[in-house]
């Protein structure tokens, strides 16, 4: 596959992803609208504030796009202009590791690795990664930044999990981390070549 396909094929990806979390920010807000004022609940989807939404959004699609690739076949729409261009390699890092440490603040503002609802896009990016052709280095060190990001993006879980059973943290942490062991490792089994 061209690095071209690859790098249009990650930008249609990461709006699908930026979609599916504007979404799941909207669906958080209107259960929270619907709490009382003087609830104790922390709302949590409301200090994500849109334009650092909307910023992160323009960044993350912005590195694709004007990545060396992409800006090489839009060279008869801008003429004799030069535009600076990133290598798709870079841009690839660091959107990857921006979609990583934003899906993990976000995480953490939403109830902890244990009560977030974006828990899923965290687990879901090294698996992209392979789909995207990210060599192995890569794609297994996004893979250990996930898994240590989740841990530590736990909040204290409620004290009636850990005084019913003290062993209830260490074993969510176990299972998921090994499902996300098993999912790197069929997805690069399994990987196109």
Same mark, same amino acid.
Not at 137 to 156: E, H, K, S
């Given at each position: 596959?061209?690095?071209?396909? +690859? ?7 990461? =709006? ?13 807000? @209107? ?33 694709? *796009?004007?990545?060396?690739?992409? &800006? ?20 690839? &890092? ?11 603040? &976000?995480?953490? *503002? ?11 896009? +965290? ?8 789909? =995207? ?11 250990? @930044?996930?898994?240590? +990001? ?11 999990? *850990? ?7 260490? @074993? ?7 499902? =996300? ?13």
């Amino acid at each position: 596959m061209q690095p071209v396909n +690859l790098t249009m094929a990650f930008a249609v990806t990461q =709006l699908f992803l930026l979609v599916i979390v504007f979404f799941g920010i909207l669906v958080l807000r @209107a259960g929270e609208r619907k709490l009382s004022v003087y609830s104790e609940s922390p709302r949590p989807a409301t200090r994500t504030h849109p334009v650092l939404f909307a910023g992160f959004a323009l960044l993350t699609l912005g590195l694709l *796009i004007f990545s060396e690739e992409v &800006l090489f076949y839009s060279k008869p729409v801008f003429g004799d202009v030069e535009l600076p261009g990133i290598a798709r390699t870079n841009a690839f &890092l660091f959107v990857f590791a921006l979609d990583i440490l934003g899906a993990s603040f &976000l995480i953490r *503002i939403t109830g902890g690795s244990k009560n977030s609802p974006f828990g899923a896009v +965290l687990f879901t990016l090294p698996v992209l990664s392979i789909f =995207l052709r990210e060599p192995p280095g890569r794609f297994l060190w996004y893979t250990f @930044a996930v898994a240590a +990001l989740f841990l530590l993006v736990q909040v204290d879980m409620a004290r009636r999990d *850990i005084e019913e059973n003290p062993n209830h943290r260490a @074993a969510f942490s176990f299972v998921t981390l090994g499902c =996300l062991a098993l999912s790197t490792m069929v997805g690069y089994a399994t990987r196109p070549q």
